[in-house]
């Protein structure tokens, strides 16, 4: 074991694209999804408003529009044929009418309505539009109806009561601003991690076998140790780079990690025993380099829609819940989250371990392949 | 040489090297039906959430009732505490949780405006975002309709009485994707990228090919870039036209840009891919780099096109950085002439940024096996 982890290591100071995979290409990836998303909240949404009021209440409204974060009025358009135009060319992601005689509607106790034309096209940044511009409204609208009640009452307390019978108060559980970074890079670098862990394998073998040393390797030696000393420096790099990203989430960042971090590191360690298993399977089935880099690719490139992080696992039909069960990173991100956010007790965790640890008798059918072929 | 025989031995080489069919006609079939899969049953389903009843009065039931009849939202438990609740959400059971705090029908009475207490797992914004919304919804309606009593008491005709609950309100229409399928969401533009990565692939492991062979390859220039473009040309059309006609219809995917227009904005992204993809080609040592350095750029690229995390909050550096992909203006311009029915006038700085693209990699294909070719005379 200690031969062949020996042997490997200077094999991968002799080749630049091995030493790449397990150094910089890790760390510009994982930096450049860090950069990518490091505003954490979308400020300044851009949108457009159409007045067809023109009055002060109007203009109070889009006052206040631009007073929430989220919101930034680009542009106020004359007519809905600019507005709607700019909402195409995706300079602005939704469209405000404010409709004639609003001001006028309101004294009148009419009700009148704004509305609202939101590019749903863009999904998540629609979300947050919807959820930004419904509280400066009913905010804006509250406050208005506060006013006039307190002109009625001439109490404040009351007034307050006439125009908010009830209050809700949101909490967001483990993710306390509501960012998107910690739900988004936490899950988007451990992606590309399973990604590298099983293009290094294959790289690793495929390597070897091109260059036709693997009898140096294998030959004269219990396959089995020969395997794993091959594939320790890798473990051992992956492993670092895990730990490095844990510590940069929830160390630097401001998530205090809730849980047990070593049960999350060895829980790591059990993902990376299992990609390495999943892509000597693959390289194994037939000894072919590129072949089996394919089948990576296939395998390993579509995983983060199956995670479950953005879309909800138990919404999908039943091809895909099998596809994400078959992602071992899929059960790893589930333990990472219970671990950091939850801070669940490791014993509520040691099914999602038994989950990883299904993927590792591979490693026998590759070492019984392994031993055929040399 | 003759053309035709750079064709065919290009053909040739294309088409006997298992991992480029296995990238560039079934990798492309496979996606095509595989990725839309996690969204294939369209909506979330109901969310199951605990409600923490402490008043237990017949109006935090009538509250219970109305959240229970919400169609995002099913009472799955009442707790007796927050704790239990949050314990059952950590456990899965339940997506959220909802407190009535104590003395909630007291206060209402008294006028002390009581706060109900909406929690739900934000690690999972989608589950997050419809409890909330569900629950807010609901929630108000009740609050609006406890103030229409509350004015009637005070003798006012029901009429104004409904009206008055609140001075305007908001309506909001979701243009281009009405019932926010996340299927119309993702797939369009996850396609082109698919279309851009395969194909790069393909021409990586051909070009790492030629350049890890001993023996000599002598054509002109000209035919050899002729033929490619001709053979992955023609391939890569016929799989446009696939995804974006065939497999649109599949998933009901709307498609509103004329078929005309598709082919025209297409052109310039295939030629712009095509061209990269020998360059990339040209510059590898051998064919297994290919797939690796491809698959390393596609999360990076598909988080910085500007439809999923907004361009307005990506840094500068990385949307520059990420215009140099034909995937970028590709995904922009189909988008907004397929799904948002754009004139093709408003896509013209996009298509034109393709025809400098594939320019651009013309050049630079040409001078890298311009280089490659010296040295092999030499």
Redesign the interface.
């Known amino acids: 074991m200690i031969e062949t982890f020996k042997l490997e290591l200077k094999e991968i100071k002799n080749s630049f694209y091995l030493l790449s995979l397990l150094t910089w290409i890790p760390l510009v990836s994982f930096l450049l999804i860090i950069y990518i998303f490091h505003n954490g909240v979308a400020h300044n949404l851009p949108i457009s408003v159409v007045d067809n009021d023109r009055s002060n209440l109007s203009r109070e409204i889009i006052t206040q529009m631009e007073a929430n974060p989220s919101l930034h009025v680009k542009s106020i358009y004359n007519d809905l044929h600019q507005a709607s135009k700019s909402i195409t060319q995706s300079t602005t992601y939704a469209t405000i009418v404010i409709p004639a005689h609003f001001k006028r509607d309101v004294v009148q106790k009419k009700q009148p309505q704004i509305t609202a034309f939101i590019n749903a096209q863009y999904l998540l940044i629609a979300k947050m539009l919807h959820s930004a511009l419904s509280t400066t409204i009913s905010q804006s609208a509250a406050r208005i109806d506060f006013a006039s009640n307190l002109a009625k009452d001439g109490q404040a307390k009351s007034a307050l009561n006439a125009t908010l019978p009830i209050n809700v108060q949101v909490t967001p559980f483990f993710n306390t601003y509501k960012n998107y970074f910690l739900f988004l890079v936490s899950a988007i670098i451990p992606t590309l991690w399973q990604i590298l862990i099983v293009v290094a394998t294959i790289s690793s073998f495929g390597k070897t076998f091109k260059e036709k040393k693997e009898n140096q390797f294998f030959k004269n030696r219990n396959t089995f140790m020969a395997i794993i000393g091959k594939t320790l420096p890798y473990t051992i790099a992956y492993l670092g780079w895990g730990i490095l990203f844990l510590l940069y989430m929830y160390g630097y960042e401001p998530w205090k990690f809730q849980g047990s971090f070593s049960v999350t590191i060895f829980a790591m360690l059990l993902t990376i025993l299992a990609y390495e298993g999943m892509a000597l399977i693959f390289f194994t089935i037939n000894f072919h380099y590129t072949r089996a880099l394919s089948l990576a690719a296939l395998y390993t490139a579509p995983a983060f829609a199956f995670l479950g992080i953005t879309f909800p696992v138990s919404s999908m039909p039943q091809f895909a819940h099998t596809w994400h069960n078959l992602l071992p990173i899929s059960h790893y991100l589930k333990l990472q989250i219970a671990q950091a956010s939850y801070g669940v007790s490791v014993i509520d965790v040691i099914p999602l371990l038994i989950n990883i640890a299904y993927f590792l008798p591979a490693w026998l059918i590759v070492w019984f392949k392994i031993r055929r072929a040399v | 040489v003759s053309f035709f025989d750079v064709l065919k031995f290009e053909f040739k080489n294309i088409f006997t090297n ?2 480029i069919v ?2 560039v006609i079934g ?1 492309v079939l ?2 095509s039906f ?2 839309p ?5 369209e ?3 109901t969310l199951e959430i605990s409600v923490v009843d402490l008043d237990k009065s017949e109006l935090s039931r009538k509250i219970i009732h109305s959240l229970d009849a919400t169609p995002e939202l099913n009472i799955a438990r009442e707790d007796l505490s927050t704790n239990d609740a ?1 314990k059952a ?3 899965n059971k339940i997506k959220g949780i909802i407190v009535i705090p104590a003395h909630f029908k007291r206060d ?1 009475t008294l ?19 419809s409890v ?2 569900g ?2 919804k609901s ?2 309606t ?2 609006a309709s ?2 229409v009593a ?1 004015l009637l008491v005070k003798n006012t005709p029901l009429s ?1 009485a409904k ?2 609950y ?13 019932d ?1 399928s ?1 299927t ?3 797939i369009p533009a ?1 396609f082109i990228l698919i279309l851009q990565q395969t194909l790069l ?1 393909g021409l990586g ?1 051909l070009g790492g090919f030629y350049n890890e062979r001993k023996e000599k390859y002598s054509a002109p220039i000209w035919m050899k870039i002729t033929a490619r473009t001709l053979i992955f040309g023609t391939l890569f059309s016929m799989h446009m036209l696939f995804y974006l006609g065939f497999s649109f219809d599949f998933f009901h995917i709307p498609h509103l840009a004329a078929a005309f227009d598709i082919v025209k904005f297409g052109i310039p992204f295939i030629l712009a891919t095509i061209f990269l993809g020998i360059f990339f080609g040209g510059l590898l040592k051998n ?3 290919a ?2 350095i491809v ?2 750029t ?3 690229l598909i ?2 096109a ?5 361009k ?4 500068e550096i ?1 949307t520059y950085f990420s215009l140099l992909f034909p995937c970028t203006p590709a995904i ?1 311009g189909f ?2 002439l397929n ?5 093709f006038s ?1 896509v013209l700085v996009q298509y034109g940024l393709l025809w400098l693209q594939a320019i651009l990699y013309l050049l630079l294909s040409i001078y890298v096996l311009n280089k490659k070719k010296q040295k092999e005379t030499l």
Not at chain 2, 37 to 41: C, D
Not at chain 2, 113 to 127: C, E, H, K, M, R
Not at chain 2, 306 to 310: A, R, V
Not at chain 2, 312 to 315: H, K, M, Q, S, Y
């Open positions: 298992i991992p296995l990238t990798g496979f996606y595989f990725y899969q996690p969204y294939a049953n909506v979330v389903k949050k959400l950590i456990e209402l006028h002390v405006s009581p706060t109900i207490a909406v929690g739900a797992d934000a690690n999972y914004f989608l589950i997050f975002g909330v919304q629950a807010l929630i108000l009740e609050s406890i103030k509350n104004s009206k008055a609140t001075p305007y309100t908001l309506q909001t229409i979701n243009l281009f994707n009405q926010m996340y119309y969401y993702v996850v692939i492991i064919q297994e780099s797939t690796p698959l390393f596609s999360l990076p988080f910085s500007g439809f999923i995390w907004p307005e909050a990506i840094p990385v922009q988008l907004r799904q948002m029915g754009a004139d408003e």
